[in-house]
């Protein structure tokens, strides 16, 4: 059982870190702590709610209002499922913009910051290393091209009954790329002493692997 050390995963968007992390969590009986689809929730009530965002009386309610819990892979929002409802291209682009807002980092990170104090966690994001958990043991960045991210996630909806088109996709994920990058608050980077892992070449279990090698065995 590891319960030792935090390991924190960046990266850009559609790069797979949720889905590496899921897998590196069951081999080291580790938790996996989901940051992305915490902002993808309280982007999909701000949406759903048509909340404007430049109202921060109306911000900082809604923030109030919201309440998101995990039960293995089923993520709930306010006790609803919306694990598949905060996957969309649409949510996708609306949670690039709402995580720059600083009421909703603020919010974010502390709530994480909390549950990862007790060690044991891999948290995933655009801002672990160098926002949420600038001291956890290992750090890592992922990385791909955004044609390899495109077709990966035009693949993943397409499995999952989600109209897609690849071309709007590649576009989306070239403009979140530089919202992410571009943002006045914690913008998307690479620690200085974060590894970085590029797997526009790399298959699942390359990955994996490539992230347990990283694992210091004492831990």
């Known amino acids: 059982m590891n319960h030792k050390i935090n390991i924190a995963i960046d ?118 290393c160098t926002v949420v958990l600038p001291d956890a043991e290992v750090k890592i960045f992922m990385s791909a091209s955004p044609s390899a991210r495109a077709d990966r996630r035009y693949k993943e909806y397409i499995n999952q009954g989600i109209d897609a088109d690849y071309d709007e996709i590649l576009h989306d994920i070239e403009q979140r790329d530089y919202q992410d990058s571009h943002r006045a608050i914690s913008p998307l980077k690479k620690a200085e002493d974060a590894t970085e892992i590029d797997t526009s070449n790399m298959g699942i279990q390359q990955v994996v692997e490539a992230v347990l090698k990283l694992i210091p065995v004492d831990a």
């Open 11 to 128: 990266g850009t968007s559609g790069v797979g870190k949720s889905t590496i992390a899921d897998i590196v969590a069951q081999k080291l009986d580790m938790t996996h702590l989901d940051t992305g689809a915490m902002y993808r929730c309280v982007a999909y009530y701000l949406v759903s709610n048509h909340v404007d965002i430049q109202d921060s009386t109306a911000l900082e309610k809604a923030l109030h209002d919201i309440h998101i819990r995990f039960d293995d892979k089923v993520v709930y929002l306010n006790d609803v499922d919306v694990s598949k409802a905060i996957r969309t291209n649409e949510i996708s682009m609306a949670t690039s913009k709402v995580a720059a807002l600083e009421p909703v980092r603020k919010k974010m990170v502390a709530l994480q910051q909390e549950i990862a104090k007790e060690k044991g966690y891999i948290l995933d994001g655009r801002d672990i």
